[in-house]
Every structure is written in C-alpha cells, then in structure tokens.
C-alpha cells in the first residue's frame, strides 16, 4: 500500500541530513519549490497557477515566492543617482 505522510517527511529529512541540509522539509516544500522552478524556466505564471490549481494568480505568486522576490530586486536595483 502507499507510506504515510509521515514516512514521506522522514525520508525527505533523512535524504536532507544526508546532504546537511539544516532546515525541515516536506511534501509542500516540494510543491513550492517545483511552482518556483517552473515559473523561473517558463516564465508562465498562468500554467503555474493551474498546474498547482490555485484559484488567482496573486496567490500562486506570492506561494510561490515571486512577489517578494520582485520586490526584492526592486530595491536592490534602485538607483538614487
């Protein structure tokens, strides 16, 4: 039969001990994480958020760290001069 939740987050953490990845992991670090990774190679916002079957894109954005990221770069590319 198919292993539990909990087994996946053990293995997932076992995997990332391995590595010394010090923060915890889960199923839905993965799914963020593959929704980033997507929009960054196919820069298509609108089949990330059916792919991840979200109901507005501004969500899908902000799950998936886009927002924050935009405004980052926003910042770090003013220029006052």
Known sequence: GPISRVRVWQILN???KQFEY???IGCHTL???FGYW?????KDIMAV???LNQSDISVTKRYIGIDQE???NMI?????G
């Open 14 to 16: 076992e995997a990332a």
């Open 22 to 24: 010090k923060d915890k």
């Open 31 to 33: 799914r963020k994480t």
């Open 38 to 42: 997507l929009y960054q190679e196919k």
């Open 49 to 51: 958020k059916e792919l």
């Open 70 to 72: 935009q405004k980052d």
């Open 76 to 80: 770090c590319n003013l220029n006052f």
